[in-house]
């Protein structure tokens, strides 16, 4: 166990920031085997490669009878990934980390929108290393779990940055299980998949198996066939940091013959929802939108001023707008009241405008009510926390113990009045570091 965990602590890096199945460059084609490349070397060639049966129906269909039931695959069909750019293709097979197996003097692939032109049968358009690169097929792995890597490169030497690669096993006697991975957004951020939210195509795992044979990048959603014992499996991280996990991002899983689970991982991102901030409000475009009732609604609000008290706006309406306009832009954060109380203000009007809605979930960790974590709240029910926590203390300067409360309050309302923490309907775009 010692060991398993050493290795996922240096593959999760890998994992978040390159293509740990990449390789380093290698000698043209000899007579004699050649070392294959490494996996340490990070590759830029977009798009995937997969095996797959004669039926070329299956998607990483990871284990096999024997070597002649190996069909190599690519493109689009691969569920969330992206197409090979147009052209021709070297293809070999090495040990995971070893020596060549077998490969191709020549371009023997060929790929046109994206996609191989058809499923190639990988012992019939590589040639075995033993034979001298003469023979059809490729030599038997020395990896003692059966597992092959398969290559395909627009160099002839397999250079850097030319390469996909896949991993296989063949095990003519494997006991197999089918694992599926599936990414869902879960929009009301409950940390379950509910009915109706939908799943986030292209999100990226990593699946190492107990006895670390086994070691996979899968993007989702993914049904792959594997030995049957204990694997772990990682989520990745996207690199847009506006997305946020709502299950754990790592999950243990024992495996019986025939056994067919799924594994769920939900995520949620944030984004704009209709914020005006307190710039707005207090300039000609704002003040040009402001009512007497919106400043009666106001007035009802717990708002205070940097001394702590109360701040009401019962004069006329342009001295109403003039006086916000003031006391909104000399808020600051001495008497944390005060700043929470021009957020809230601000919240207010943008609710009152229709410009945000009351029922939106925000991100608020810490002083939220709602969701995984209790880190979320609706704008409704943010601004009732806000105007209790002002009711309760006016004056929440340093070393006051309300002040981090009042704190997490202001900055969950500044964001929303940014447009930057809401929760939003459908998922964004998200990308992984290649």
Same mark, same amino acid.
């Given at each position: 166990?010692?060991?398993?965990?050493?290795?996922?602590?240096?593959?999760?890096?890998?994992?978040?920031?390159?293509?740990?199945?990449?390789?380093?460059?290698?000698?043209?084609?000899?007579?004699?085997?050649?070392?294959?490349?490494?996996?340490?070397?990070?590759?830029?060639?977009?798009?995937?490669?997969?095996?797959?049966?004669?039926?070329?129906?299956?998607?990483?269909?990871?284990?096999?009878?024997?070597?002649?039931?190996?069909?190599?695959?690519?493109?689009?069909?691969?569920?969330?990934?992206?197409?090979?750019? #147009?052209?021709?293709? /070297?293809?070999?097979?090495?040990?995971?980390?070893?020596?060549? =197996?077998?490969?191709?003097?020549?371009?023997?692939?060929?790929?046109?929108?994206?996609?191989?032109?058809?499923?190639?049968?990988?012992?019939?358009?590589?040639?075995?290393?033993?034979?001298? /690169?003469?023979?059809?097929?490729?030599?038997?792995?020395?990896?003692?779990?059966?597992?092959?890597?398969?290559?395909?490169?627009?160099?002839?030497?397999?250079?850097?940055?030319?390469?996909?690669?896949?991993?296989?096993?063949?095990?003519?006697?494997?006991?197999?299980?089918?694992?599926?991975?599936?990414?869902?957004?879960?929009?009301?951020?409950?940390?379950?998949?509910?009915?109706?939210?939908?799943?986030?195509?292209?999100?990226?795992?990593?699946?190492?198996?107990?006895?670390?044979?086994?070691?996979?990048?899968?993007?989702?959603?993914?049904?792959?066939?594997?030995?049957?014992?204990? /694997?772990?499996?990682?989520?990745?991280?996207?690199?847009? =940091?506006?997305?946020?996990?709502?299950?754990?991002?790592?999950?243990?899983?024992?495996?019986?013959?025939?056994?067919?689970?799924?594994?769920?991982?939900?995520?949620?991102?944030?984004?704009?929802?209709?914020?005006?901030?307190?710039?707005?409000?207090?300039?000609?475009?704002?003040?040009?939108?402001?009512?007497?009732? #919106?400043?009666?609604?106001?007035?009802?609000?717990?708002?205070?001023?940097?001394?702590?008290?109360?701040?009401?706006?019962?004069?006329?309406?342009?001295?109403?707008?003039?006086?916000?306009?003031?006391?909104?832009?000399?808020?600051?954060?001495?008497?944390?009241?005060?700043?929470?109380?021009?957020?809230?203000?601000?919240?207010? =009007?943008?609710?009152?405008?229709?410009?945000?809605?009351?029922?939106?979930?925000?991100?608020?960790?810490?002083?939220?009510?709602?969701?995984?974590?209790?880190? /979320?709240?609706?704008?409704?029910?943010?601004?009732?926390?806000?105007?209790?926590?002002?009711? !309760?203390?006016?004056?929440?300067?340093?070393?006051?113990?309300?002040?981090?409360?009042?704190?997490? =309050?202001?900055?969950?309302?500044?964001?929303?009045?940014?447009?930057?923490?809401?929760?939003?309907?459908?998922?964004?775009?998200? !990308?992984?570091?290649?």
């Amino acid at each position: 166990m010692k060991t398993k965990l050493a290795l996922i602590i240096t593959l999760t890096g890998c994992f978040l920031c390159g293509n740990i199945f990449a390789g380093k460059s290698k000698p043209t084609p000899t007579p004699t085997p050649t070392p294959a490349p490494t996996p340490a070397q990070v590759t830029a060639l977009s798009g995937a490669i997969f095996t797959t049966d004669s039926n070329c129906s299956g998607v990483d269909l990871n284990i096999y009878a024997s070597k002649s039931d190996v069909y190599l695959n690519g493109g689009p069909s691969h569920p969330g990934a992206a197409g090979l750019p #147009d052209g021709s293709y /070297y293809v070999q097979v090495s040990v995971p980390g070893g020596a060549v =197996l077998g490969q191709s003097l020549s371009p023997v692939v060929t790929v046109a929108s994206g996609k191989f032109v058809q499923c190639y049968q990988l012992s019939n358009i590589v040639l075995s290393a033993s034979s001298g /690169y003469t023979s059809p097929g490729f030599d038997d792995t020395t990896n003692p779990g059966g597992e092959y890597k398969a290559w395909v490169s627009t160099s002839a030497n397999f250079d850097n940055s030319t390469n996909k690669t896949d991993n296989f096993k063949v095990k003519a006697d494997a006991q197999v299980a089918t694992l599926c991975i599936d990414k869902f957004y879960d929009a009301n951020v409950n940390g379950v998949k509910d009915q109706g939210e939908v799943a986030v195509n292209g999100w990226e795992f990593l699946v190492i198996a107990d006895d670390n044979l086994f070691l996979k990048r899968f993007t989702t959603p993914i049904c792959s066939v594997v030995d049957t014992g204990g /694997y772990h499996v990682i989520e990745a991280s996207s690199i847009e =940091l506006n997305w946020l996990h709502t299950t754990l991002t790592e999950a243990e899983i024992t495996l019986a013959a025939n056994d067919n689970p799924t594994i769920e991982f939900g995520n949620v991102c944030l984004g704009p929802g209709g914020g005006l901030t307190l710039g707005f409000w207090s300039n000609r475009n704002g003040q040009s939108l402001e009512t007497s009732s #919106d400043f009666s609604a106001l007035t009802a609000l717990n708002l205070r001023n940097a001394d702590g008290t109360n701040h009401d706006f019962s004069t006329t309406l342009s001295i109403a707008k003039n006086d916000l306009n003031n006391w909104l832009l000399s808020a600051t954060a001495t008497n944390m009241s005060y700043m929470l109380s021009a957020q809230l203000a601000t919240m207010k =009007l943008n609710v009152l405008h229709g410009f945000v809605q009351g029922g939106a979930l925000v991100y608020a960790a810490g002083c939220g009510n709602t969701g995984v974590g209790n880190d /979320y709240i609706t704008i409704t029910d943010l601004m009732a926390a806000a105007d209790a926590a002002l009711a !309760t203390d006016g004056y929440a300067i340093s070393g006051d113990p309300n002040r981090p409360m009042q704190e997490c =309050l202001k900055t969950a309302l500044d964001m929303a009045n940014n447009n930057l923490n809401f929760v939003q309907a459908t998922p964004c775009p998200v !990308t992984f570091s290649q």
